[in-house]
């Protein structure tokens, strides 16, 4: 007999298998000596009240033998196909193509700009250290693009965009947690994306598809309403390359994609986007905060069951949003640029979630009207604002990878901070009154979200946490269009924008439906 039930349990039952069984059994009256195997299918924290409880949807066998279905996907061998597509960029969407062209019979050539797993780890290591950026092979560029060093979330509220499942599958498959199948915020962890995304890579060439790294996109030939090849540049030199369908997917921060369509007069529009700060906090202090804890000795107990505390703000100021972005729980922040002239912060988590500290961005919702001043630039205004804010930041850090910083209360009530508190971020930073760092737009707008963050959450507003700035790669501030139907370029029929960086996805999971979707419209064009 199988049964699905809908529990309401304390965390402790929640996570102790034999404790999960005995509550079903008395859910079910069923005898003591009933044959029992509890799967677990859906699993969520309601954290609303002081007892915490965990909401779970979990399917009860019943004196039946219970067998876990194993996943299979139906990659076909394409090293022989006719038919092929070329997809630049090797991040989510890139990759994710590139199975569901397997899937399609279709063979598919990455070309990444930056390097492999292994290589791109020691630029990672020379940011961090010696404040010296890669251009090419940073946090963002590189064998699985932003998405290998992100936090690793993959919930997603697009859910009308494709098959979530299917993605989750995909990733348990090449060596995620089944845990992710489960959990309503799945995570897997910065620390174990690398190995994900190398199984990846080996299921793609296993079945004949081809990976070209330190190789970059740098122009493309037109003829009529079709591109008919790509320029590449890697270390040999430049290669024009015929081609039949281009997908691209080179992430949000590939700017050079973006001046060359202009350049080249193929359509790309101003998009807005969102740009403000990373603030950290102590995680204790967060898990006090969202755990109803009265000390630290009762967060300690509370923890042994629960996952790191995180949180999601929001607040309108003057009809313009305020709101957390990409929340690390006992995280890390990162230095995300991607020249050296220049401060880009992100954050991410370890899949334990158990470093000291939590930070989250906080951000501004910017309108196409807010890049007037640079209005000069067309569709890249947007783009320019997102530089100069990033270079003002990277003056005021003391023009290394040192990040301007305040002390949360400091800098709400515009005060200068004489020390900071310890951070994550490795490049370390610099006491600064960042208000003359994000301008009179953000500057005060952030301050009034921060203030009302405060009363929404005890305890959140303190000198014990750090601002840090800037976190500007939120999205990108350029879209390049693309046909409602089937997918492609509105001038150009096989030409496939895809994922971040081509303005429709925000998150590993979105880009790599967007990269599915892309991929299938192949066939139809």
């Known amino acids: 007999m199988q049964t699905k039930l809908q529990l309401k349990v304390s965390p402790q039952i929640a996570f102790n298998e034999q404790q999960l069984k005995d509550e079903v059994k008395q859910q079910l009256q069923l005898k003591e000596d009933s044959k029992l195997f509890v799967k677990v299918l859906k699993r ?66 990455i070309i990444e700009r930056g390097k492999n797993i292994k290589d791109r780890r020691r630029d990672l290591a020379i940011i961090n250290k010696d ?115 281009l ?13 060359l369509f202009n350049k080249k007069n193929v ?26 804890c009265g000390n630290l000795e009762e967060v300690v107990a509370k923890r042994e069951y629960l996952p790191a505390a995180s949180y999601s703000l929001v607040h309108q100021v003057k009809g313009r949003g305020v709101y957390s972005f990409c929340m690390c729980p006992g995280g890390i922040i990162a230095p995300c640029a991607t020249n050296q002239q220049e401060i880009v912060t992100n954050g991410w988590s370890p899949s334990k979630r158990n470093n000291p500290y939590a930070n989250s961005g906080i951000v501004v919702g910017l309108e196409l009207s807010d890049f007037e001043a640079f209005k000069d630039f067309g569709p890249l205004a947007g783009l320019e604002f997102q530089k100069q804010t990033e270079k003002s930041a990277w003056s005021f850090g003391g023009k290394t990878q040192t990040a301007p910083a305040q002390r949360l209360q400091d800098f709400v009530n515009g005060k200068f901070s004489s020390s900071l508190p310890d951070c994550s971020y490795q490049p370390g930073v610099k006491s600064v009154d960042l208000q003359q760092v994000l301008g009179k737009l953000i500057g005060p707008t952030l301050k009034e979200g921060l203030k ?74």
């Not at 019943?62 to 194993?70: A, C, G, N, R």
């Not at 139906?74 to 062209?101: Q, W």
């Not at 807005?272 to 898990?287: M, N």
């Open 267 to 292: 359509l790309v529009e101003a998009k807005p986007f969102a740009l403000g700060i990373r603030v950290e906090h102590p995680q204790t202090l967060i898990d006090k905060i969202q755990y109803h």
């Open 247 to 259: 997908i691209l997917a080179t992430g949000h921060s590939a700017r050079d994609i973006y001046e």
């Open 452 to 525: 009302a963050f405060g009363g929404k959450m005890r305890g959140y507003m303190t000198n014990e946490a750090i601002v840090v700035g800037v976190e500007s790669r939120t999205s990108t501030p350029v879209r390049i269009p693309r046909d409602k139907e089937l997918l492609c370029h509105p001038q150009l029929k096989n030409l496939f924008p895809c994922g971040e960086g081509a303005g429709y996805a925000g998150g590993i999971v979105s880009a790599a439906m967007d990269g599915e979707r892309c991929a299938s419209m192949i066939m139809s064009n």
């Open 44 to 109: 969520s924290i309601d954290a609303r009240s002081r007892s915490i409880e965990i909401n779970l949807t979990v399917l009860a066998f019943v004196d039946e033998e219970f067998t876990e279905e194993k996943i299979a996907f139906n990659y076909l061998d394409v090293s022989s196909a006719k038919e092929t597509c070329h997809i630049i960029g090797g991040g989510p969407a890139g990759l994710f193509a590139a199975l569901r062209c397997l899937e399609l019979g279709i063979k598919p050539i």
């Open 131 to 245: 404040q010296i950026v890669n251009p090419e092979s940073n946090y963002c560029f590189g064998e699985g693009g932003a998405g290998t060093y992100s936090d690793g979330k993959l919930y997603t509220r697009s859910n009308k965009r494709g098959d979530i499942d299917k993605i989750l599958k995909t990733l348990v498959y090449h060596g995620a947690s089944d845990e992710i199948l489960v959990d309503a915020h799945p995570h897997i962890g910065t620390n174990k994306l690398p190995q994900l995304i190398e199984k990846i890579r080996e299921t793609i060439l296993k079945f004949g598809g081809e990976v070209k790294f330190n190789t970059k996109l740098i122009d493309f030939k037109i003829k009529g309403d079709v591109i008919t090849s790509i320029v590449t540049l890697n270390e040999t030199g430049e290669t024009e390359t015929p081609i039949q369908k």
